[in-house]
T-cell receptor
Framework: QKEVEQNSGPLSVPEGAIASLNCTYS??????FFWYRQYSGKSPELIMS????GDKEDGRFTAQLNKASQYVSLLIRDSQPSDSATYLC?????????????FGKGTLLTVNP | DAGITQSPRHKVTETGTPVTLRCHQT?????MYWYRQDPGHGLRLIHY???????DKGEVSDGYSVSRSKTEDFLLTLESATSSQTSVYFC???????????FGSGTRLTVV
C-alpha cells in the first residue's frame, strides 16, 4: 500500500508569516506531485503541481521536491486569513498506476489576523 | 467547476436500499474517479475508469459498483447501503496520466 504522510496539524501562523507544509511519500517511482487546498465543506482545488527536483514558484506559493528524500513541501509566503484551509498532498502511482493519485490526510492551516 | 457536476448534492437513504450517484463531465477527459472522504481517513479511491466500459477497483471498493457507458458519465452504485457508507463522495476527472485531478462539488450521503 503506497502511503503519503502529512502532519495533521493544526498549523497556526500569524498573518503575513510563512506557512510551511510538509509531505513524505513511500513510492520511489512516483513522478508527479500535487498540492490541493480544501476549504471546509468544499471540494479540493489544485493549487500546485511539481514534477522535477527543486523549487517551483507561483505567486505566494512555492512547492519544493526532493525525490531522493521522498519529500514534498509547500511554502505559503505572506499568509492571509483566506489561506486558512486544509492542504492535501497527492502523489501519483508508479508504473501501471501512474494515473491514480494517493492523497495524504491533509494539514489544517489556520492564519490568525 | 471546470465542467464536472455531481448529482445529487445531498441524499439521505435507508439501510439496505440501493443508491446511485452520478458524475457528469463536459471536458471529454479520459480518466474518471470516485473517492470518498471521511474524517481521519482522508480521500480514498473507490473505483476509477480509464475509458468507456473500462473500470477498475480502488482501495475501498467493497459494496460499490460503477459503470461508464459514455465518456461523459460515470455512475457509482451502492448496491445495499450501510451506515458505514455515510460519507462525502467526490468525483474527479483527469485528462492524462501524471496530471492533477479536477474535482466535482461532492455528494453528501447519509445512510440511516
Amino acid at each position: 500500500q503506497k502511503e503519503v504522510e502529512q502532519n495533521s496539524g493544526p498549523l497556526s501562523v500569524p498573518e503575513g508569516a510563512i506557512a510551511s507544509l510538509n509531505c513524505t511519500y513511500s513510492d520511489r517511482g512516483s513522478q508527479s506531485f500535487f498540492w490541493y487546498r480544501q476549504y471546509s465543506g468544499k471540494s479540493p482545488e489544485l493549487i500546485m503541481s511539481i514534477y522535477s527536483n527543486g523549487d517551483k514558484e507561483d505567486g505566494r506559493f512555492t512547492a519544493q521536491l526532493n525525490k531522493a528524500s521522498q519529500y514534498v513541501s509547500l511554502l505559503i509566503r505572506d499568509s492571509q486569513p483566506s489561506d486558512s484551509a486544509t492542504y492535501l498532498c497527492a502523489v501519483n502511482g508508479s508504473g501501471g498506476s501512474n494515473y491514480k493519485l494517493t492523497f495524504g490526510k491533509g494539514t489544517l492551516l489556520t492564519v490568525n489576523p | 467547476d471546470a465542467g464536472i457536476t455531481q448529482s445529487p448534492r445531498h441524499k439521505v437513504t435507508e439501510t439496505g436500499t440501493p443508491v446511485t450517484l452520478r458524475c457528469h463531465q463536459t471536458e471529454n477527459h479520459r480518466y474518471m474517479y470516485w473517492y470518498r472522504q471521511d474524517p481521519g481517513h482522508g480521500l480514498r479511491l473507490i473505483h476509477y475508469s480509464y475509458g468507456v466500459k473500462d473500470t477498475d477497483k480502488g482501495e475501498v471498493s467493497d459494496g460499490y459498483s460503477v459503470s461508464r457507458s459514455k465518456t461523459e458519465d460515470f455512475l457509482l452504485t451502492l448496491e445495499s447501503a450501510t451506515s458505514s457508507q455515510t460519507s462525502v463522495y467526490f468525483c474527479a476527472i483527469s485528462k492524462d496520466t501524471g496530471r492533477g485531478y479536477t474535482f466535482g462539488s461532492g455528494t453528501r450521503l447519509t445512510v440511516v
